[in-house]
């Protein structure tokens, strides 16, 4: 095979005709060619109409956010000299086109509410290129549908009407089984271990007295209500349940999350034909929160509030903790915000998912006007920060914990070639306290490494995993 190249040629001038809505200068930003750059036409149409693809900015989306869906473009070589060219964009941007119909197909279990309420595409809007991938991205990530079918070809359709200047849009939907039963045991070690699990994750408090509903349980409305019990016998125990409302009285994002849990760890052993279980760690907890999605700075923020409550009882439990026995309470608060623009839940391909959380104790000893002497006996001092927390036990010093705890994660996801995706991903975390003479808590600390006993609720250290 023999190749001719022939020269290289750049771009001259690049002129717009029929743009009236947005200016020349506008129009260039977003090209982003200068003149003298080497001449690429693959480059100019990507810029100009982006090839479809979701989430790129172009000339053409830049009108379709705008409502001009049947706006079209025609770059035209007006002039080549030497080894420069012309190119004159020409415009027809057409009137704007009105959202009518919004159709909503394959929700046989789930309330055509739950899914109308996550759409930004709304009749009477204009149509926004914009708003719709984002509809899209909302489905894709309810976890009541297939993901990858209303991503994929076949799982919407834009249907315009050039007459009226309007347009139908189709979202076709596939359910997915959401709810889960867990059944699982096991022997090794001369261990048994047992878990019982069942999670709604459809679950509808609506339709609670309905009777028609109970097939085996009420569903349609997006709520999520599960419940959990492990167990291997005498070394560890847990019952867990949690609720979420993910649009709490039905008109506004703002979730609503409960839960209460109960967690036993021993270190149990029999001698002489004689169980004890002089060591052991149990946890009592309860949660609630509330979740709003904000619009500022975009609305893929939530800013997140959370009340919670632990009980820690220790007896002879030498790990992990600075102190091995007693009894200490944990009443936090914790306010955080997050941004989550992945395009789903279960394997995103693009986009990010940003944290920043604070959680806040009470910081008692600030306001604590009572010490211990070597003997045990209480005493009044006049200020909090001369208390002498040496001749304290365990059980007086943490009966009452406080700390402030920071924390940030980040994760970034960039699709490389087809479902090769790069996840880059970083998390900070920092344990504070109140008082020097005080010191650290000693739960809410960060262990590095591992995955945290996969499969077991522990509690009293955030496990980083690796």
Same mark, same amino acid.
């Not at 717009?16 to 200068?34: H, P, R």
């Not at 001449?39 to 090839?51: A, E, I, P, T």
């Given at each position: 095979?023999? =190749?001719?190249?022939?020269?290289?040629?750049?771009?001259?001038?690049?002129?717009?005709?029929?743009? $009236?809505?947005?200016?020349?200068?506008?129009?260039?930003?977003?090209?982003?060619?200068? !003149?003298?750059?080497?001449?690429?036409?693959?480059?100019? #149409?990507?810029?100009?109409?982006?090839?479809?693809?979701? *989430?790129?900015?172009?000339v053409s989306k830049l009108y379709r956010d705008n409502?001009?869906? @049947?706006?079209?473009?025609? +770059?035209?070589?007006?002039?080549?000299?030497?080894?420069?060219?012309?190119?004159?964009?020409?415009?027809?941007?057409? !009137?704007?086109?009105?959202?009518?119909?919004?159709?909503?197909?394959?929700?046989?279990?789930?309330?055509?509410?739950?899914?109308?309420?996550?759409?930004?595409?709304?009749?009477?809007?204009? =149509? &926004?290129?914009?708003?719709?991938?984002?509809?899209?991205?909302?489905?894709?990530?309810?976890?009541? =549908?297939?993901?990858?079918?209303?991503?994929?070809?076949?799982?919407?359709?834009?249907? +315009?009407?050039?007459?009226?200047?309007?347009?139908?849009?189709?979202?076709?939907?596939?359910?997915?089984?959401?709810?889960?039963?867990?059944?699982?045991?096991?022997?090794?070690?001369?261990?048994?271990?047992?878990?019982?699990?069942?999670?709604? *994750?459809?679950?509808?408090?609506?339709?609670? =007295?309905?009777?028609?509903?109970?097939?085996?349980?009420?569903?349609?409305?997006?709520? #999520?209500? $599960?419940?959990? /019990?492990?167990?291997?016998?005498?070394?560890?125990?847990?019952?867990?349940?949690? @609720?979420?409302?993910?649009?709490?009285?039905?008109?506004?994002?703002?979730?609503?999350?409960?839960s209460l849990y109960y967690t036993r760890q021993t270190?149990?052993?029999?001698?002489? *034909?004689?169980?004890?279980?002089?060591?052991?760690?149990?946890?009592?907890?309860?949660?609630?929160?509330?979740?709003?999605?904000?619009k500022w700075p975009d609305n893929y923020f939530v800013?997140?509030?959370?009340?919670?409550?632990?009980?820690?009882?220790?007896?002879?439990?030498?790990?992990? /903790?600075?102190? *091995?026995?007693?009894?200490?309470? #944990?009443?936090?608060?914790?306010?955080?915000?997050?941004? #989550?623009?992945?395009?789903?839940?279960?394997?995103?391909?693009?986009?990010?998912? @940003? $944290?920043? $959380?604070?959680?806040?104790?009470? +910081?008692?000893?600030?306001?604590?006007?009572?010490?211990?002497?070597?003997?045990?006996?209480?005493?009044?001092? !006049?200020?909090? !920060?001369?208390? %002498?927390?040496?001749?304290?036990? &365990?059980?007086?010093?943490?009966?009452?914990?406080?700390?402030?705890?920071?924390?940030?994660?980040?994760?970034?996801?960039?699709?490389?070639?087809?479902?090769?995706?790069?996840?880059?991903?970083?998390?900070?975390?920092?344990?504070?306290?109140?008082?020097?003479?005080?010191?650290?808590?000693?739960?809410?600390?960060?262990?590095?490494?591992?995955?945290?006993? &996969?499969?077991? %609720?522990?509690?009293? &250290?955030?496990?980083?995993?690796?």
């Open positions: 095979l023999t =190749f001719e190249e022939g020269n290289k040629y750049y771009f001259r001038d690049v002129t717009w005709t029929g743009n $009236s809505v947005y200016s020349t200068d506008q129009l260039n930003s977003i090209l982003a060619i200068e !003149k003298g750059d080497v001449y690429d036409q693959v480059s100019m #149409n990507h810029r100009l109409s982006g090839g479809g693809k979701q *989430n790129e900015y172009d409502g001009y869906l @049947f706006f079209q473009l025609n +770059p035209v070589e007006t002039n080549i000299q030497n080894d420069s060219v012309d190119v004159e964009i020409r415009i027809s941007e057409g !009137k704007q086109a009105t959202l009518n119909n919004i159709i909503i197909n394959g929700n046989d279990l789930t309330n055509e509410k739950v899914v109308r309420r996550q759409l930004f595409t709304r009749p009477g809007y204009l =149509f &926004s290129q914009s708003d719709f991938e984002r509809s899209v991205r909302e489905i894709a990530s309810m976890g009541q =549908f297939d993901p990858e079918a209303i991503m994929g070809e076949g799982g919407y359709s834009i249907v +315009p009407n050039q007459m009226n200047n309007t347009v139908d849009i189709i979202y076709n939907v596939t359910e997915k089984p959401s709810s889960q039963l867990e059944l699982s045991g096991g022997w090794g070690g001369n261990t048994f271990v047992a878990t019982v699990g069942v999670s709604f *994750n459809n679950f509808s408090t609506h339709r609670f =007295f309905e009777k028609d509903a109970w097939r085996p349980v009420p569903l349609g409305d997006a709520q #999520n209500l $599960s419940f959990r /019990f492990q167990t291997n016998g005498t070394y560890y125990t847990s019952l867990s349940a949690s @609720f979420t409302e993910p649009w709490l009285f039905g008109k506004k994002p703002t979730s609503l999350n409960l270190n149990s052993y029999i001698y002489l *034909n004689v169980l004890n279980n002089n060591e052991f760690m149990e946890v009592y907890g309860a949660a609630a929160g509330l979740g709003s999605r904000l800013l997140y509030h959370q009340l919670s409550w632990q009980t820690y009882r220790l007896q002879n439990w030498n790990y992990n /903790f600075i102190f *091995n026995t007693g009894l200490s309470h #944990n009443f936090s608060y914790t306010i955080s915000l997050q941004r #989550n623009s992945t395009d789903q839940q279960i394997y995103p391909r693009q986009g990010s998912d @940003f $944290s920043l $959380s604070l959680t806040l104790t009470p +910081p008692y000893s600030l306001f604590r006007h009572y010490s211990y002497d070597e003997n045990g006996k209480k005493f009044y001092v !006049k200020n909090p !920060k001369d208390i %002498n927390y040496d001749n304290w036990t &365990s059980d007086q010093r943490y009966r009452w914990i406080e700390y402030h705890k920071w924390s940030f994660k980040g994760s970034v996801f960039t699709k490389l070639v087809g479902d090769l995706v790069l996840m880059a991903r970083a998390q900070i975390g920092y344990l504070g306290y109140y008082n020097r003479n005080w010191g650290y808590s000693p739960f809410e600390g960060f262990l590095v490494g591992g995955d945290g006993m &996969s499969g077991y %609720n522990t509690y009293g &250290s955030e496990i980083i995993s690796l």
